[in-house]
Nanobody
């Protein structure tokens, strides 16, 4: 199983970013996927998830209405669209398989 994130960077408050996670080594369409973030000195926070079937999504209250988690099963990719970014969104963002069993290496998002 391999998960490779990209798309992080430095953005001003109010800006947007689109993170991508390309998956390999498993049947991507059969798995729910999550995005998890961790800021220095803070606990991991699951910010968004999408189920394997039906496309149902869920979001942490802290990002609801600002982030979305589309997936493209044909490209084995899950995205995280981050809008209206705030300084407290600064963190390392990881994609993970359902249940946080497998993780990518992360991509840094800095809002400043």
């Amino acid at each position: 199983v391999q998960l490779v994130e990209s798309g992080g960077g430095l953005v001003q408050p109010g800006g947007s970013l689109r993170l991508s996670c390309v998956a390999s080594g498993f049947t991507f369409s059969g798995y729910g996927m999550s995005w998890v973030r961790q800021a220095p000195g803070k606990e991991r926070e699951g910010v968004a998830g999408i189920y394997s079937a039906g496309g149902n999504t869920y979001y942490a209250d802290s990002v609801k209405g600002r982030f979305t988690i589309p997936r493209d099963n044909a490209r084995n990719t899950v995205h995280l669209q981050l809008n209206s970014l705030r300084s407290d969104d600064t963190a390392m963002y990881y994609c993970a398989t359902d249940g946080w069993t497998y993780w990518g290496q992360g991509t840094q998002v800095t809002v400043s």
